[in-house]
């Protein structure tokens, strides 16, 4: 059947289709989220409230969902983060919810409804001022096409795409457990050369610090207040729309690295930011255990979120220790906040630093730039790797619930099932927090 104006294009002749609005009703029944379990909307589908979900105290102010519906968050911003839930419970109200009106098979709808083209034609139905605030409604989506294969050929699709998609999810954990050990591996070097340096035959000596250990003789411990300044400087963006900005979401956590720049105009900025120059330490005092450290390779303005740092030390090497268990670990230490933990100056400031004489910082930087170099080229291929095995599931669901790949007649044999839900977590560390479920 060949129609180029459907997002779908061309299905075999046996399909049919037909409108949201005629397969899915609408669910709309507020409900409290005492009596109904909180679910999360997230890129891997509909799951129990993920421990980051930013919290609220909508109370009965949500939507009802059950077994078998479709959920999918409206807002573009969270593209893909859809999916058929699997059990009864409640969503916030920026979701919409489907209950479909013939008999699907779930998962077929799940892997359709999930796939990148469908995602694509759903937002391209939204309204919105900027792309962060555009949102799809129902009464947008219902009017959406929707390829309908025989119940059979729906079974079967599940069937195939089940097999094949554990088989990619097997091969990218395999690669996400080596990108795990590199980084470890990366962050226990960082550690052990700020914490023991280079010399392996230096005598070492026992500190008043239960955390810190022994450590060599000649080394010192400060306050971070005595050994570097937060330079706090606002100004108005406005005078400087075409320099370089950077935000958190600009540095790879744990890394030291920035990932992606863009001018200040660019980024949309409206209110004060830092000023900052070339050579000082950026530093994200927003959820501080993600160590969201780099050393500007500019001028330019920051968020003001994050500290301009200056330093008597050698800068790479409180970078390095910045990176550090032993930084990180000090952060642990100071008061619970809620929600989206942020660390103060006064914190920052009595943090310890150990450190050696001048010389030998200028050693560990050379060597931890050296070590780190090398390793994040073997984690970049990594990260291809994955890209490339992600890219293929998206193509290989796409393909098939449209009709592109024909699996009636494939064997189906035994194999081991393999999901997706491991992967939330990383998810919503990747991107900061999750939406209200």
């Avoid at 996400?176 to 280079?198: A, C, N, P, V, W």
């Avoid at 000023?275 to 390779?297: T, W």
């Amino acid at each position: 059947m060949e129609n180029k104006d459907l997002w779908f294009g061309a299905i075999p002749s046996h399909w049919t289709y037909d409108k949201i609005g005629i397969l899915f009703s609408e669910r709309r029944t507020k409900v409290s989220d005492k009596d109904y379990t909180p679910l999360s909307v997230a890129r891997i589908g509909v799951v129990p409230q993920l421990a980051t979900a930013v919290k609220t105290d909508a109370g009965d102010n949500r939507k009802l969902v059950c077994n078998g519906d479709f959920v999918i968050n409206s807002r573009s911003d969270r593209k893909g983060s859809c999916g058929v839930a699997d059990r009864d419970g409640s969503v916030s109200l920026i979701n919409i919810v489907l209950t479909p009106r013939n008999e699907w098979n779930n998962r077929y709808v799940h892997y359709l409804m999930r796939s990148q083209p469908f995602s694509e034609e759903y937002y391209r139905y939204g309204r919105g001022i900027v792309a962060d605030l555009w949102t799809t409604r129902y009464s947008e989506m219902k009017s959406i096409l929707l390829p309908i294969p025989p119940r059979t050929e729906q079974d079967q699709i599940v069937r195939f795409l089940d097999w094949k998609v554990s088989a990619i999810n097997k091969m990218a954990k395999i690669q996400s457990r080596k990108l795990h050990l590199l980084e470890q591996f990366r962050d226990s070097f960082i550690t052990r050369l700020t914490h023991y340096g280079i010399h392996k035959d230096a005598p070492l000596e026992k500190t008043e610090i239960a955390w810190l250990g022994k450590i060599p003789k000649s080394w010192h411990i400060r306050s971070f207040s005595k050994i570097a300044r937060v330079c706090t400087n606002l100004v108005s963006p406005n005078e400087y729309l075409d320099n370089f900005h950077i935000s958190p979401a600009s540095i790879e956590k744990n890394s030291g690295r920035i990932i992606h720049t863009q001018t200040v105009q660019e980024a949309g900025v409206i209110s004060n930011n830092h000023r900052f120059f070339e050579g000082q330490i950026i530093y994200s005092k927003i959820r501080p255990l993600l160590n969201k450290v780099v050393i500007a390779p500019f001028d330019g303005l920051c968020s003001a979120d994050m500290y301009p740092i200056e330093t008597s030390l050698d800068i790479g090497y409180l970078k390095y220790f910045m990176l550090s268990q032993n930084f990180l670990c000090q952060l642990t230490m100071t008061k619970n906040r809620v929600k989206m933990p942020k660390i103060n100056q006064d914190e920052l400031s009595n943090v310890l630093v150990v450190f050696p004489r001048n010389a030998e910082q200028v050693e560990i930087v050379k060597k931890a730039d050296e070590c780190c170099r090398k390793i994040q080229n073997v984690i970049e291929n990594v990260r291809k790797y994955v890209e490339s095995l992600n890219e293929l599931k998206i193509r290989l669901i796409a393909d098939t619930v449209t009709g592109k790949i024909d699996v009636r007649n494939i064997d189906i044999p035994d194999y081991e099932f393999i999901g997706e839900e491991s992967q939330a977590e990383e998810e919503i560390d990747a991107e900061g927090s999750e939406n209200e479920g």
